[in-house]
């Protein structure tokens, strides 16, 4: 039991937070680098490859730095602390993910192979208009057969997508189930434009459009799952990154913003909201580093509840951090210039990126009768 | 990071889980299941197996009777007792008094009190609080006069102590008292050992919202205590109290008992947990904090090595209070119209849960203000952890 980095663990860190952290150290360049496209800075992205940060979860063999998921963590949370708008989440963890999990041979060293290199952008289109974070499709259809197959339909948002080189979509399966293919973007109708929290997303339109099955074919509706509970778990490593700031930045606005001839910080009503914000903080950096490590060694029902209930906990603590920063800063937060409401906005896309609080709450009520109490250590 | 305990811990938990299980009377570790009041000889008796087996004051110096543990053995021992529905050790012996002995007092009370203390021979009662000393402690006025006469050294003490817990059954007192009035208020006050059975001594009982006598006052009229039981040096008490607060970091979070309670309030609900999606909820969110708050004080406890509490510590005195009193809340409304049957006997149709279940909500509203308010707590995270 040891909740601490070890001295290569915290060189990465140091090593992603000296690029990273210097390079978004001033809110401006972050506003001015997610005002144009396609949305974060393609050198930045170039040095996180060169870093190895890129290839972290993927194997030697694949083109990886064979790494794992608290690596990956340690790169999340650096990203969430400067609320970096490199796709790291959509293009590494999450598609890159899926190859890793479900690619052939060739795949997984073509496609992995570029995205540890910074070569080339992977998204993975997934999401349906209506459809609400379930790990198959409907709207978009494949039919076909062998390696000769074709899409049809819309996935909407696709993060990454009009900027990505390769995609990789889930499909209904003539025969039942959710399929996954890769797809090249340019024969897809793509429309882009940004997310609430200044990241991009598109409309992926799909009409009879080429597509290689990812791997071996067929269902891949658990491999879709894994995937997307390994995304909320980093995705919450990323919400802990930019939660400490948030509570940080407010703690030290109270210090320093004078009303009425004295600082906030004279006003108890004010320094026990803030108190609770760290209990938040503490509370979710507890819970999402233990879904970490069950990430690393658990069975794929472990890493499902592990995901389930870091969701649940960073949802709630994200919320309240969130909207405490906003208000304890009063109107200096609610403007695009300063950087506590972008934060705010940030904590609500991941929020929402793979199953919001009560999502995970209705999945965890489901079974809640099957166990007396939960034990984290087995 | 890594998640899982090494063998050696593991191997560790097993035989405290063999011990609790097998050496305390079933029918003790019942009644804590069953939320029922423990007699004064069941604590006891729980208390001297502890002690018996070396599990009573783990954390004392070796020399009297610790063992030595590192905070995460400490941890685990805490959640084992309490999942194994054993009373813990009396925490005015275990964690308050004894510790400040060993810590600060002579080699003659080291003798005379700690082994007793251990095994719970004294049964030791706090007298810290007063009607206008509470969570501003050094505001107390209990009063101790050093007189020096021909019947030998002594301090003559007079005032009020209150919130006495189970001071009914109280041998011994340790009290914080004035020694000197003319000076900052902390820098006043001593620290002493009384024998309840000293005249002048008076215990009365307060009745709670619960219905039970758990606390007391404690007056001083002219009682004389030998000089010899002062505590470490004159004036210096409020070191020692803080050394007494402070020295804890294991077990201020109650997350066994909370969790081994809403493990059981699942079972008592029954259908009903399948039946009504709002009840289903209610038990995922109070679990998934208890996990957080589990994890957080694993955290603590594992990654403490320099010494210095982990910032994060505070959480759990505040967070732990707050689920403990969630939990009996929901208890209370699972237990519907049976809530009301504080007062039903052993011929009642209801389960006995059901009736214990507003008494020990109502209880359980003093977890939040004893111990330094959760008010304090709070005041402790802006000050101490934002700079507030």
Redesign the interface.
């Known amino acids: 039991m040891d909740f601490t980095y070890d001295d290569e663990q915290q060189a990465l860190r140091d090593a992603v937070r000296g690029l990273i952290g210097k390079k978004y150290s001033d809110f401006e360049t972050r506003r001015q680098t997610v005002a144009a496209d396609p949305g974060f800075d393609e050198t930045t992205w170039s040095r996180l490859a060169e870093l190895g940060a890129l290839g972290l979860p993927f194997s030697e063999d694949d083109g990886g730095a064979g790494a794992g998921p608290i690596e990956v963590a340690i790169v999340a949370q650096e990203l969430g602390r400067v609320i970096a708008p490199e796709p790291y989440l959509t293009s590494v963890v999450l598609a890159g993910g899926l190859v890793a999990d479900a690619g052939s041979d060739t795949q997984r060293a073509e496609i992995l192979g570029a995205l540890s290199a910074g070569e080339s952008i992977l998204a993975f289109a997934h999401d349906e208009p209506g459809s609400r974070w379930a790990p198959t499709a409907s709207k978009v259809t494949a039919s076909g057969s062998g390696d000769a197959w074709t899409l049809t339909g819309v996935k909407e948002p696709v993060l990454a997508g009009a900027r990505a080189d390769t995609l990789i979509v889930s499909a209904a399966l003539p025969e039942g189930g959710t399929g996954l293919f890769v797809v090249d973007p340019a024969n897809t109708d793509r429309t882009g434009y940004p997310t609430n929290d200044g990241g991009r997303a598109a409309r992926i339109g799909f009409n009879g459009t080429a597509a290689v099955p990812l791997g071996v074919g067929g269902d891949a509706t658990s491999v879709i799952a894994t995937g997307l509970d390994r995304a909320r778990i980093i995705a919450a490593n990323q919400a802990v990154g930019a939660m400490e700031v948030s509570l940080h930045a407010t703690a030290s606005y109270l210090t320093s913003r004078k009303q009425f001839g004295v600082t906030l910080n004279t006003f108890q009503a004010l320094n026990f909201r803030a108190a609770d914000m760290y209990i938040s903080l503490e509370l979710t950096r507890s819970i999402v580093d233990w879904a970490t490590m069950v990430l690393v060694e658990g069975t794929s029902e472990e890493i499902a509840d592990a995901a389930s209930r870091a969701a649940l906990q960073t949802s709630r603590a994200s919320r309240h951090i969130g909207q405490e920063a906003i208000q304890l800063h009063g109107g200096i937060g609610m403007t695009a210039e300063y950087s506590i409401g972008s934060y705010t906005s940030h904590l609500t896309a991941l929020d929402h990126l793979f199953g919001d609080g009560n999502h995970h709450l209705r999945v965890l009520a489901g079974k809640v009768g099957d166990h007396a109490d939960v034990d984290p250590l087995g | 990071?890594?998640?899982?305990?090494?063998p050696e811990?593991a191997a560790f938990r097993e035989e405290l889980r063999t011990y609790f299980t097998t050496e305390i009377p079933q029918e003790i570790r019942d009644a804590v299941a069953q939320r029922r009041e423990l007699t004064k000889e069941q604590i006891v008796t729980a208390h001297k197996i502890l002690n018996k087996g070396g599990y009573a004051v783990p954390h004392w110096p070796t020399e009297w009777g610790g063992r030595g543990w590192t905070d995460?053995q400490r941890h685990i021992w805490h959640e084992e007792l309490q999942r194994a529905n054993v009373p813990l050790p009396l925490v005015f012996n275990s964690s308050m008094v004894g510790p400040v002995i060993a810590a600060f007092g002579s080699q003659e009370q080291k003798e005379k009190f700690l082994p007793a203390t251990a095994n719970l021979d004294i049964w030791w009662s706090q007298g810290f609080s007063e009607p206008d000393a509470g969570s501003d402690l050094a505001s107390l006025r209990t009063t101790a006069e050093y007189v020096e006469d021909e019947s030998g050294a002594r301090f003559v003490v007079n005032g009020q102590k209150t919130w006495t817990t189970l001071g009914q059954y109280g041998d011994w007192i340790f009290c914080l008292v004035r020694t000197d009035p003319d000076v900052k208020k902390q820098a006043g006050i001593s620290f002493l050992l009384i024998d309840m059975t000293t005249p002048g001594v008076t215990v009365r009982p307060i009745e709670l919202i619960d219905g039970g006598h758990e606390v007391n006052e404690v007056w001083f009229e002219d009682v004389q205590v030998p000089a010899e039981n002062l505590v470490g040096e004159l004036n210096r008490g409020w070191d020692y109290a803080k050394f007494l607060l402070g020295n804890e970091r294991v077990g201020v979070a109650p997350v066994g008992a909370t969790?081994?309670v809403?493990?059981s309030a699942?079972?008592w609900a029954g259908d009903l947990?399948?039946e009504d999606?709002f009840l289903?909820?209610r038990?995922?969110?109070l679990?998934?904090?208890?996990?957080?708050?589990?994890?957080?004080a694993?955290?603590v406890s594992?990654?403490s090595a320099d010494g210095k509490p982990h910032?994060?510590s505070s959480?759990l005195k505040?967070?732990g209070t707050e689920l403990q009193q969630a939990v009996s809340e929901l208890v209370v409304d699972i237990a519907g119209p049976g809530a009301i049957a504080s007062g039903a006997g052993e011929g009642s149709d209801l389960e006995h849960w059901q009736a214990r279940s507003t008494p020990a909500y109502l209880n359980l509203r003093k977890a939040s203000i004893y111990g330094g308010s959760n008010?304090v707590?709070?005041?402790i995270?802006?000050?101490t952890?934002?700079?507030?």
């Not at chain 2, 998934?288 to 994890?295: D, I, K, Q, R, S």
């Open positions: 990071m890594h998640l899982k305990l090494s811990d995460l969790k081994r809403l493990a699942k079972e947990v399948a999606p289903a909820a038990f995922v969110e679990e998934n904090e208890l996990l957080a708050l589990e994890l957080t694993l955290r594992a990654n910032p994060a959480v505040l967070k008010e707590q709070r005041q995270i802006a000050r952890i934002l700079g507030l």
